[in-house]
């Protein structure tokens, strides 16, 4: 019988993989590849180190769907930690740990298409 984590990890790669579709960035194998990989639950480092593997514009598409889905839902435990474990990727890889750039990106051009 597969162990809770993996079914949590499952059903947010599925969920995010449907958000970033939308976006376009999941036809880049690297985000289908980190974002099933993604365990939150399991081991905190080892996710946010899978999840920087994933192109700028991955980590942003799953960025932009936890906004979303949290503006539609409450988040369960699994997606809002996968949700902040991709922000802490980001923050790292896309903007060397600026919040000042990051909050830049998210005020003005998180909406512009994610071409990666």
Not at 27 to 39: F, K, L, M, T
Not at 85 to 111: I, P
Request: with cysteine.
């Amino acid at each position: 019988m597969p162990r809770t984590v993996d079914c949590i990890a499952l059903a947010l790669a599925a969920a995010c993989l449907a958000g970033a579709a939308r976006a376009g960035a999941a036809q880049e194998p690297e985000c289908r590849a980190a974002v099933s990989q993604a365990r939150p639950l399991a081991n905190r480092n080892a996710t946010i180190a899978s999840l920087e593997q994933m192109p700028d514009s991955c980590l942003k598409s799953l960025l932009v769907e936890c906004s979303e889905d949290a503006d539609q839902r409450l988040l369960d435990l699994g997606s809002a930690a996968l949700c902040s474990m991709g922000y802490e990727a980001l923050l790292h890889k896309g903007f060397s740990g600026s919040f000042g750039a990051m909050l830049v990106w998210w005020q003005h051009d998180r909406g512009a298409p994610l071409v990666p």
